[in-house]
């Protein structure tokens, strides 16, 4: 498998970049809000997916870790291929996508080109927990600003072997109170919480 492509962008296409690799041309598919990232003439490093079928080999790229793991995710879903995959990309942030998959918004999900009422559903059925980090991510907690001593108690917490969703939770709870304390205080009342 090829993990990323390093190289010079030589041409810009519909969906698609073409990079100069030590004189070998890779086309690889991306999303408009990847291609139009990209500056012409300059040396970028895309991650990339390869996808092998009977008649072709396409390499899609990706500028970011996140990006990436959308796309794996929504092609794990059964009638989404990597296209259609990188088409919705090209209609929604990957931020976005997942928070709205996290919500259950639906409405939102229909909004993008490509995908339909049915799509839409599917999504939200099949991978709400796998998107649950990166919608959490990307919307703010009630009770304030998130970053800190929050994020890290709540690593704290997954590292001790509770679901990311418990953890968020327990954070949550203590929200508002987490000025002046340090991480193993929050960490302690965290734990009562958790046990009950």
Known sequence: MIAHVEGMVVEKREGAVVLDVNGVGYLLHVSATCLAA???????????YMHVRE???DLFGFATEEEEAV??????????GPRAAQNILS?????????AVATGDVARLTKVPGIG???A????LELKDKLLALARAASPRRGG????????????????GYKPQQAAQAVESLAGSTDGRTLEELLRDALKRLRG
Do not use: C, N, Y
Not at 38 to 48: A, C, D, I, Q, W
């Open 38 to 48: 990209l500056p012409p003439g300059e040396r970028v490093r895309l991650r990339s």
């Open 117 to 119: 009422k049915k799509t």
């Open 71 to 80: 796309f794996r995710a929504l092609i794990g879903v059964k009638g989404v």
């Open 121 to 124: 559903e599917r999504l939200v």
């Open 91 to 99: 209609g929604i942030e990957p931020r976005d996508l997942a928070a």
């Open 145 to 160: 600003p998130r970053g800190g001593v929050s994020d890290q108690l709540e690593q704290a917490l997954v590292g001790l």
């Open 55 to 57: 008649d072709a080999l």
